[in-house]
């Protein structure tokens, strides 16, 4: 079936723009995570939701970002005011069990 | 805070040599993952490993879970350059009631020459 996807696969924007991140996870999945891989910090957890429990947002680094999921299936990660060391390739993941993760193919964030 | 450690972070092998990756972690978890990366490609399941004294074999990986001593390894048997990849460990962070915040070491980069 069809696996995590994410989009767009690559974003290139100007500093202090905002920029939206779209995850789609797996359907039937009820758990979705978000990460972030960057050169100097290695791959961090940013964000988890758990069907229509409060998301567990303690991996955000700043309250520039913020993410919601709408209907239990497609997330958005949006970040406001992009800063250089923002750039990462931000990844998501989506667990039916909360033992598996499923990760997609990641968005590439460059941030001039 | 938990920390998870590999070591080492970068093995160069000749194929058919074997060896083992290790990833210590500093506070109590029964869950471990190994993920798989290549180059621009996004994360692969490996293992996941749920109890002490966990074992799993997939083709020329096996993995195993010590929890009381906070240590997994990754062990190599007749490395083929197919398996030169990032290799990536990561533990479950919410302990009793985990739910699948994963932390992650830092990865070892595997390249396995002729």
């Known amino acids: 079936g069809a696996g995590v996807s994410q989009s767009p696969s690559n974003k290139v924007t100007e500093k202090g723009k905002d920029v939206e991140l779209r995850c789609d996870p797996i359907?039937?999945?009820?758990?979705l995570y978000w990460y972030r891989q960057s050169l100097g910090q290695g791959l961090e957890f940013l964000i988890y939701?758990?069907?229509?429990?409060?998301?567990?947002k303690s991996g955000l680094p700043s309250d520039r970002f913020s993410a919601e999921r709408t209907g239990g299936s497609v997330s958005t990660l949006t970040i406001q005011r992009t800063q250089q060391e923002d750039s990462a390739v931000y990844l998501c993941a989506s667990s039916q069990d909360w033992i598996e993760q499923f990760f997609g193919p990641g968005t590439r964030l460059t941030v001039l | 805070e938990l920390k998870v450690e590999q070591n080492p972070l970068f093995l160069s092998m000749q194929e058919g040599k074997n060896y083992t990756i290790y990833c210590n972690y500093s506070t109590t978890s029964d869950r471990l993952y190994w993920y798989r990366q290549d180059p621009g490609k996004s994360l692969e399941s490996l293992f996941v490993?749920?109890?002490?004294?966990a074992v799993k074999q997939e083709g020329r990986l096996m993995a195993s879970l010590d929890t009381k001593a906070r240590l997994s390894t990754l062990h190599i048997t007749a490395a083929v350059h197919d398996l030169s990849a990032t290799y990536f460990c990561a533990v479950d962070n919410a302990g009793g009631t985990s739910y699948g915040k994963l932390t992650f070491g830092q990865g070892t980069i595997l390249t396995v020459h002729p």
């Open positions: 490993l749920l109890s002490n004294g």
């Open positions: 359907s039937g999945h009820t758990a």
């Open positions: 939701f758990q069907g229509n429990s409060a998301p567990d």
